[in-house]
Nanobody
Framework: QVQLVESGGGLVQDGGSLRLSCAAS????????MGWFRQAPGKEREFVAA????????DYADSVKGRFTISRDNTKNTGYLQMNSLKPEDTAVYYC????????????????WGQGTQVTVSS
């Protein structure tokens, strides 16, 4: 069983920055992807970014490309989502997820999820 603990959400003004963290309890990752998703009120959960835990390859939703950066620290078993130039439409609960998946953009493929952290961007 893998536990994911998120932190770093909060309230920020339009154009501001936040960094989310996702600490994983597992010590070994094989063919593992960490994904970040978000869900705004009344909307479906949507893909934000993903990283191959071993190789470091990344993928981003078009809506965040160039503004968000996903990374991981293997020594700390922690993933990060650096969010810059935040916009009010980025307001959502952000979730990290971890699993060996074929399609990193598909939320249903991930077995392990964090509890979610609220990000609110004021205009």
């Amino acid at each position: 069983q893998v536990q994911l603990v998120e932190s770093g959400g909060g309230l920020v003004q339009d154009g501001g920055s936040l960094r989310l963290s996702c600490a994983a309890s597992a010590r070994r990752f094989t063919n593992t992807i960490m994904g970040w998703f978000r869900q705004a009120p009344g909307k479906e959960r949507e893909f934000v970014a993903a990283i191959n835990w071993n190789g470091g390859g990344t993928d981003y939703a078009d809506s965040v490309k160039g503004r968000f950066t996903i990374s991981r620290d293997n020594t700390k078993n922690t993933g990060y989502l650096q969010m810059n130039s935040l916009k009010p439409e980025d307001t959502a609960v952000y979730y990290c997820a971890l699993d060996s998946v074929k399609n990193p953009r598909r939320a249903t493929e991930y077995k392990f999820w964090g509890q979610g952290t609220q990000v609110t961007v004021s205009s």
